[in-house]
T-cell receptor, first 114, second 112 residues
Framework: EPEVTQTPSHQVTQMGQEVILRCVPISNHLYFYWYRQILGQKVEFLVSFYNNEISEKSEIFDDQFSVERPDGSNFTLKIRSTKLEDSAMYFC????????????FGDGTRLSIL | DQQVKQNSPSLSVQEGRISILNCDYT??????FLWYKKYPAEGPTFLIS?????DKNEDGRFTVFLNKSAKHLSLHIVPSQPGDSAVYFC???????????FGTGTRLTIIP
């Protein structure tokens, strides 16, 4: 069964550094998402992306964050100048046609900021 | 943000019996609801969904019931199997919106 793949599985970064989290969505999916889960908290939405632009973003997704689809397969989340509170599991998801279609999640990248 | 609530943090059920997981929501704009299962160190796995125009959707051992007037949905798993032991999340999206709002999860343990 097709799946969303994320790399790396674990990223350790010094505070203030930039980090790029990578995702390969399911190949025929058109909508892409990033979520995060801080330890002990809910999974929370960050951003949705369709047709090479952001379609929605949460208040968490400020200027520190950016997303990009640099080629036909990858979808990346860049976090500039990381802070301690950015430590979390980051999940990428994709869906075939967006609204009222299930989003399929990758296994996540655990980001640890030191 | 308490728009989606799962009030039972854990549930234990005997193998072969029915597991019932519950979820309540407060946002009347939610029109699409999903259940996900999550194992440790893995991402959420989609199980089943339901649109607000329906009150029941079934897929194999999994059935989701939606009670719009009570703003309540439930997931029934029958019969429960040991592999069903996981954390179950309900999630919802609002009209015209793809963003999923998640509950806090219920840890289901199936006792052999």
């Amino acid at each position: 069964e097709p799946e969303v793949t994320q790399t790396p599985s674990h990223q350790v970064t010094q505070m203030g550094q930039e980090v790029i989290l990578r995702c390969v969505p399911i190949s025929n999916h058109l909508y892409f998402y990033w979520y995060r889960q801080i330890l002990g908290q809910k999974v929370e939405f960050l951003v949705s992306f369709y047709n090479n632009e952001i379609s929605e973003k949460s208040e968490i997704f400020d200027d520190q964050f950016s997303v990009e689809r640099p080629d036909g397969s990858n979808f990346t989340l860049k976090i500039r100048s990381t802070k301690l509170e950015d430590s979390a599991m980051y999940f990428c998801a994709s869906s075939e046609t967006g609204k009222n279609q299930p989003q399929h999640f990758g296994d996540g990248t655990r980001l640890s900021i030191l | 943000d308490q728009q989606v609530k799962q009030n039972s943090p854990s549930l234990s059920v005997q193998e072969g019996r029915i597991s019932i997981l519950n979820c309540d929501y407060t946002n009347s704009m939610f029109d699409y609801f999903l259940w996900y299962k999550k194992y440790p160190a893995e991402g959420p796995t989609f199980l089943i969904s339901i649109s607000s125009i329906k009150d029941k959707n079934e897929d194999g051992r999994f059935t989701v019931f939606l009670n719009k007037s009570a703003k309540h949905l439930s997931l029934h798993i029958v019969p429960s199997q040991p592999g069903d032991s996981a954390v179950y999340f309900c999630a919802a999206s609002a009209v015209g919106n793809e963003k999923l709002t998640f509950g806090t999860g219920t840890r289901l343990t199936i006792i052999p």
